[in-house]
């Protein structure tokens, strides 16, 4: 279960732990929280699987990422999960998602994320990718991101009454 | 320029921060240098904005709900309803790519119908259809992503 106070917390958490000696201890003090409380607390909602990873969230780009393709396939429901797990082990795919098709106009239900340097690589790893998974026969797309319009953390925006009704 | 510690900082915790009082005197002492090393190392790389935080990433859809969208607008019109889409507070990431859809955002809402509403809203005050691509299953395994340091 997870209570109002786990979505002050999760919220201050997302926005980052600050660089200072005892982070959670800083983190408790804006809540109202012992320290010990506050690390209870995390270590319970990573162990649940509410926060899926804590740590370093690089900035791909600054790090000369710059090419970031989104790469949709037409996989057989019949092979999807198989083709989905394997997929996603390749060391250069960020996401693997499974979304429905959308009729002729979008027939894809396969997406992962190749992050690279260059579109020549990202290409290059694409390729390998289609042989190594069976892919090749597939229909297939390649979205390369242009402007960033917009990004942020997914800080949601939760009210408390709205938060009694969650997982 | 990045020092070796730099590096090891950018991929070695990108997963398991240590859940401590204490946790960069933690990677410190894994790493053989002194917690201020540490401290000072991570403030560089977020001031340089190498790192856009040290926090948690959350799981999709455990909290509220979110969809994949995808619009295709003319050119000339892309920057003026990527600007309408960006007003929605339920709007976090917007893209172009490069595709007959070519504008490209995430939504999250607190439930379905809110969602819907979002959505409804969002082509009426652009004046395009949306493809609603929620996710069905996630399959990633995320162990981390290792930053090639080369070139």
Redesign the interface.
């Known amino acids: 279960m997870i209570d109002a106070i786990d979505w002050q917390l999760?919220a201050r958490?997302?926005?980052?732990?600050p660089?200072?000696?005892?982070?959670?201890?800083d983190i408790g003090k804006g809540l109202n929280l012992s320290?010990n409380e506050v690390?209870k607390r995390?270590?319970r909602?990573?162990q649940q699987?509410?926060?899926?990873?804590?740590?370093?969230?690089?900035?791909?780009r600054?790090?000369g990422y710059t090419a970031n393709a989104?790469v949709v396939f037409d996989v057989a429901a019949s092979l999807?999960?198989q083709i989905?797990?394997h997929?996603?082990?390749f060391?250069f795919?960020?996401?693997?998602?499974?979304?429905?098709a959308?009729g002729e106009?979008?027939p894809y239900?396969l997406?992962c994320m190749i992050?690279g340097?260059n579109k020549e690589k990202v290409l290059q790893q694409l390729e390998y990718l289609k042989q190594s998974c069976g892919l090749l026969q597939c229909k297939s797309?390649v979205?390369?991101?242009?402007?960033?319009?917009?990004?942020?953390?997914?800080?949601?925006?939760?009210s408390p009454d709205?938060e009694k009704?969650?997982? | 320029m990045l020092s070796p510690l730099h590096k090891q900082?950018?991929n070695d915790?990108?997963?398991?921060?240590p859940?401590?009082?204490?946790?960069?005197?933690d990677i410190a002492l894994s790493l053989g240098v002194t917690?201020d090393d540490v401290?000072l190392a991570?403030?560089e790389l977020?001031d340089?904005?190498?790192?856009?935080?040290?926090?948690?990433?959350?799981?999709?859809n455990?909290?509220?709900v979110?969809a994949?969208m995808?619009m295709a607008v003319p050119t000339e019109n892309l920057i003026k309803t990527?600007?309408i889409?960006?007003q929605y507070?339920?709007?976090?990431?917007?893209?172009?790519?490069?595709?007959r859809?070519n504008l490209?955002?995430v939504l999250?809402a607190?439930?379905k119908s809110s969602l819907q509403t979002v959505i409804a809203d969002i082509e009426l005050t652009t004046g395009y259809n949306t493809?609603?691509?929620?996710?069905?299953?996630?399959?990633?395994?995320?162990?981390g992503?290792?930053?090639?340091f080369d070139?």
């Not at chain 1, 795919?93 to 429905?100: G, K, T």
């Not at chain 2, 992503?145 to 090639?148: A, K, N, V």
């Open positions: 999760l958490v997302q926005q980052g732990l660089l200072v000696s005892r982070p959670y201890a320290e690390l995390v270590a909602l990573k699987g509410v926060i899926k990873r804590l740590g370093v969230v690089v900035n791909h600054r790090l989104m999807i999960e989905g797990e997929v996603s082990q060391s795919v960020n996401l693997c998602y499974q979304r429905p959308q106009q979008w239900n997406y992050h340097k797309e979205l390369f991101s242009k402007q960033c319009f917009k990004q942020r953390g997914a800080l949601y925006q939760m709205q009704e969650k997982v | 900082l950018l915790f990108q997963q398991n921060l859940i401590s009082a204490t946790p960069y005197q917690e401290l991570f403030q977020q340089q904005q190498f790192i856009a935080r040290i926090g948690s990433v959350i799981a999709p455990l909290i509220g979110s994949l995808a990527a600007e889409v960006n507070p339920e709007v976090n990431h917007n893209y172009e790519r490069d595709n859809f490209w955002f999250i607190k439930d493809l609603y691509l929620p996710l069905i299953a996630d399959y990633f395994i995320n162990l992503f290792e930053i090639d070139d």
